[in-house]
């Protein structure tokens, strides 16, 4: 079993919709998770981090957590053909003292106008 | 630019060559991970190094591969004796320290092509 699973995609979403990304992780002991944004051919870039069950919104994104059933998303709101990119979910992997950030594949999310 | 900077961005080696791929992090950063990306795969962990120590390697294959974060200059990724499998893009991260550990800053990246 990976790490962190996602699909990788493409998931195409029209210009306006909710774009629904998902993620699953098999550490039920990790508390970090994270999601990073990787524009074709660029460097990953941090977009949001959640630590608590629940929801975590920042502008047009919500992540997602829940726990129980090891289990992380994100949302994007009045999704725009400038999100297209792919969407990386990480997790920091425990360990003896140094804790590591452990990606998945990525899902490629693309947003027609 | 206070970014992280690799260099070079592009890079190509015949089999058997070395490659030398360097990082300077963040102003402030002490921390440096190299994380390998592979066409269609996500970011494969290497090693992550503070200045002049080595803190975890595991990532990293056992010959071939090294790494190196001096007291001064750049943190430096050396593969020798390259084969066509090396050819990848090679990203350089950095944080300011153990606080929040997925808070990684990234730089360009440097994409090594192995003939």
């Known amino acids: 079993q990976k790490e962190v699973e996602q699909n990788s995609g493409p998931l195409s979403v029209p210009e306006g919709a909710i774009a629904s990304l998902n993620c699953t992780y098999s550490?039920?002991?990790?508390?970090?998770f994270f999601w990073y944004r990787q524009y074709s051919g660029k460097s990953p870039e941090l977009i949001m981090s959640?630590?608590?069950?629940g929801d975590k919104e920042d502008g047009r994104f919500t992540a997602q957590l829940n726990k129980a059933s090891q289990y992380v998303s994100l949302l994007i709101r009045d999704s725009q053909p400038s999100d297209s990119a792919t969407y990386l979910c990480?997790?920091?992997?425990?360990?003896?003292?140094?804790?590591?950030?452990?990606f998945g594949t990525g899902t490629r999310l693309l947003v027609s106008p | 630019n206070a970014g992280v900077m690799q260099n070079p961005r592009h890079l190509v080696r015949r089999r058997g060559q070395e490659a030398r791929l360097r990082c300077s992090p963040m102003?402030?950063?002490?921390?440096v991970y190299w994380y390998r990306q592979l066409p269609e795969e996500g970011l494969k962990f290497m090693v992550y190094?503070?200045?002049?120590?080595?803190?975890?390697e595991s990532g990293m294959p056992k010959e071939r591969f090294s790494a190196e974060f001096p007291k001064e200059g750049p943190s430096i990724l050396r593969i020798q004796q390259v084969v066509r499998g090396d050819s990848a893009a090679y990203f350089c991260?950095?944080?300011?320290?153990?606080?929040?550990?997925?808070?990684?800053?990234f730089g360009e990246g440097s994409r090594l092509t192995v003939l």
């Open positions: 990480a997790v920091i992997k425990r360990g003896t003292g140094f804790q590591k950030l452990v």
């Open positions: 102003k402030g950063h002490s921390h």
């Open positions: 991260a950095s944080s300011p320290g153990q606080g929040v550990a997925g808070e990684l800053f």
């Open positions: 550490d039920r002991g990790s508390q970090s």
């Open positions: 190094l503070q200045k002049e120590n080595i803190i975890d």
């Open positions: 959640i630590y608590s069950n």
